[in-house]
């Protein structure tokens, strides 16, 4: 269930940010989850700090890992580079839906992002481990999935903590990436995300799976709405999803044949 703010979010979301996306950095090589590195954690200690190692690869140098400014919206795009997008789903893991879809993505070889609720990874974390060795990438999306704007301080950072806490013990890092339920950030909590080290991610696309509107109309959605750059919001969770682990085997083979990139954020922005 979606509050209409955030589709209209979802739909205003042109202000690109651009996040550097780069599928082969951030795959994990099959196998137990890693412990976590100081990369993984929040607010390294001014001691340890010489141990941390800018990301380099191919590309640019990749920034140390720290703790993330304070942004004042969120994440809607990411890079164009390679025609890429992001596919993202929401408000699981959930034990009669995320198996198909991580079937699905596993078939066609392509690494997601799943932002999860930690009332859901508490009873299903051996989907998130699955997602740990697959090579995708979680993000927090709070403990019980509230309207965060109603909150007050102490109560945002108990949901976003939690959920960081039990996404580490399940998944093997803390999230870098969290996603406000509905959509709907406020300052506190660009705030407290930031200070747990994680970066707020929105969406460019909102397949409205949520409003199970049939698979037909899902499928077209992405598929119009594919272009460079474009995050995609599904959800694995929240109410009967059949609807969008069908769809999702006609249009990810859609966008792979039209030469998309589909590929899972860096470590760090
Ligand atoms: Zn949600």
Same mark, same amino acid.
């Given at each position: 269930?979606l509050l209409a703010?955030?589709?209209a979010l979802?739909?205003?979301?042109?202000a690109g940010l651009?996040?550097?996306?780069?599928?082969?950095?951030?795959a994990?090589?099959?196998?137990?989850?890693?412990?976590?590195?100081p990369?993984?954690?929040q607010?390294p200690?001014?001691?340890?700090?010489?141990r941390?190692?800018?990301?380099?690869?191919?590309g640019p140098?990749?920034?140390?890992?720290?703790?993330?400014?304070v942004r004042?919206e969120?994440?809607?795009?990411?890079?164009?580079?390679g025609?890429?997008?992001?596919l993202?789903f929401?408000?699981g893991?959930?034990p009669?839906?995320t198996p198909?879809?991580?079937?699905?993505l596993?078939?066609?070889?392509v690494?997601?992002?799943?932002?999860?609720?930690?009332?859901?990874?508490?009873?299903?974390r051996?989907?998130?481990?699955r997602? %740990?060795?697959? /090579?995708? +990438? *979680?993000?927090? #999306?709070?403990?019980?999935?509230?309207?965060?704007? =109603?909150?007050?301080?102490?109560?945002?950072?108990?949901?976003?903590e939690?959920t960081?806490?039990?996404?580490?013990?399940?998944?093997?890092?803390?999230?870098?990436?969290?996603?406000?339920?509905?959509?709907?950030w406020?300052?506190?909590?660009?705030?407290?995300?930031a200070?747990?080290?994680?970066?707020?991610m929105?969406?460019?696309?909102?397949?409205?799976?949520w409003?199970?509107?049939?698979?037909?109309?899902?499928?077209?959605?992405v598929?119009?709405? %594919?272009?460079? /750059?474009? +995050? *995609?919001?599904? #959800?694995?969770?929240?109410?009967?999803?059949?609807? =969008?682990?069908?769809?999702?085997q006609?249009?990810?083979?859609?966008l792979?044949?039209?030469?998309?990139?589909?590929t899972?954020?860096s470590?760090?922005?």
């Open positions: 269930m703010g955030a589709a979802g739909a205003a979301g042109t651009v996040v550097a996306g780069d599928g082969e950095e951030a994990r090589p099959p196998g137990p989850a890693p412990v976590p590195g990369q993984a954690r607010a200690l001014k001691s340890s700090a010489f941390l190692q800018p990301l380099t690869g191919g140098p990749r920034s140390v890992p720290r703790r993330p400014r004042t969120p994440i809607f795009r990411i890079s164009e580079r025609r890429q997008m992001m993202t929401d408000d893991p959930n009669d839906y198909h879809i991580l079937d699905t596993a078939k066609h070889d690494r997601a992002m799943f932002f999860l609720c930690g009332e859901c990874v508490e009873a299903n051996h989907l998130v481990a997602m %740990a060795e697959e /090579g995708h +990438v *979680v993000g927090n #999306h709070t403990w019980t999935h509230p309207l965060l704007t =109603t909150l007050d301080r102490g109560e945002i950072k108990s949901e976003m939690r960081s806490d039990i996404i580490e013990a399940s998944y093997g890092e803390r999230p870098q990436w969290f996603r406000a339920p509905y959509g709907a406020n300052r506190a909590a660009f705030q407290l995300g200070e747990m080290g994680m970066e707020p929105a969406w460019t696309v909102d397949t409205t799976d409003d199970t509107p049939g698979t037909d109309v899902i499928i077209e959605r598929e119009s709405g %594919a272009a460079p /750059g474009v +995050v *995609v919001l599904s #959800h694995d969770a929240g109410g009967d999803r059949s609807q =969008t682990v069908e769809a999702i006609e249009w990810l083979p859609y792979l044949d039209s030469g998309y990139r589909l899972v954020p470590r760090r922005v």
